[in-house]
């Protein structure tokens, strides 16, 4: 069976240790149970399908039952936090936890990849960024930055964009892009970091508004009464839209500055204090 650091929910690995162990011999979710010191002989089938969680304790004996020891019994305990995790922020903090103990295993979490470039702002501007300055160092980078940065963040980030292969260096030393657009994919832990950096570009946005020429930037907005039916059909307009924007941006391959786009479309009321109403 796969390694537990190939794994990014715990609920899976319990399932697949199971049956990788059931096809082998005789053995049970009772004598699972049993080595994991729990009296209910279908406790882990039932955490295996949501049914039940794993507390950080039990977590440890289950781990221990399926002989996980050291760094990899952490992360099996790291993958049972993210998933209890209420917040973004403890999401974020196991997950980190996770990326950090596969490293010092020389593993690489296949979505580690996503959560790292989409948990700064620094990853997607300078990827943008660098192509468009060829020969440029990192301190003129930095310098060329909204927000400014340090050199030290640029590097980093551009470190970390090579490593993941979303930046290569030509024969002349110059940054390129592999692909012209990253999207998202199916979303798993990028989508808590996702969500932060609409929280940071969002910041961004209103600090625009009075540090931005108006004939360099755009802000519009409308207020609208609608129903559940006439939101999904706005939603979908906002993906084509969307696309056509990337369709414009990318139609050159020269890039004179790099500008951040937010489509916003949110409630400004409560629905079920309306329907009270």
């Not at 940065?149 to 002349?172: G, R, T």
């Not at 832990?189 to 009075?210: D, K, Y």
């Not at 786009?261 to 409630?267: A, E, G, I, K, W």
Request: aromatic content about 10%.
């Amino acid at each position: 069976m796969k390694d537990v650091l190939e794994y990014m929910e715990y609920r899976q690995y319990i399932a697949d240790y199971y049956a990788d162990k059931k096809a082998k011999s005789a053995f049970s979710w009772k004598e699972f149970a049993e080595l994991a010191g729990f009296t209910s002989p279908v406790y882990l089938k039932y955490v295996s399908e949501k049914k039940f969680n794993l507390s950080d304790t039990a977590a440890v004996h289950v781990a221990e039952a399926m002989h996980l020891s050291g760094q990899r019994l952490e992360y099996f305990r790291e993958m049972v936090r993210y998933d209890h995790a209420k917040t973004d922020e403890s999401k974020k903090a196991a997950f980190n936890k996770m990326i950090s103990i596969a490293d010092q295993l020389k593993a690489k979490i296949i979505e580690g990849d996503a959560f790292r470039y989409f948990d700064s702002w620094k990853n997607p501007v300078l990827r943008e960024l660098a192509p468009a300055m060829p020969g440029v160092k990192p301190l003129a980078l930095a310098h060329a930055c909204r927000p400014k940065i340090s050199a030290a963040e640029v590097s980093e980030s551009l470190n970390f964009l090579v490593k993941a292969d979303l930046l290569q260096k030509d024969e002349n030393d110059n940054y390129v892009q592999t692909d012209r657009v990253v999207t998202t994919g199916p979303l798993g832990p990028a989508a808590v970091a996702i969500r932060g950096m609409h929280r940071q570009m969002g910041e961004f946005a209103l600090e625009a508004i009075e540090g931005v020429p108006q004939d360099e930037r755009h802000f519009s907005g409308i207020t609208l009464g609608i129903t559940r039916n006439a939101y999904h059909e706005i939603v979908e307009e906002i993906a084509a839209f969307r696309k056509r924007i990337i369709e414009i941006a990318t139609r050159e391959k020269d890039t004179d500055e790099v500008y951040r786009l937010n489509v916003q479309f949110f409630p400004m009321t409560n629905k079920s204090e309306i329907k009270k109403g």
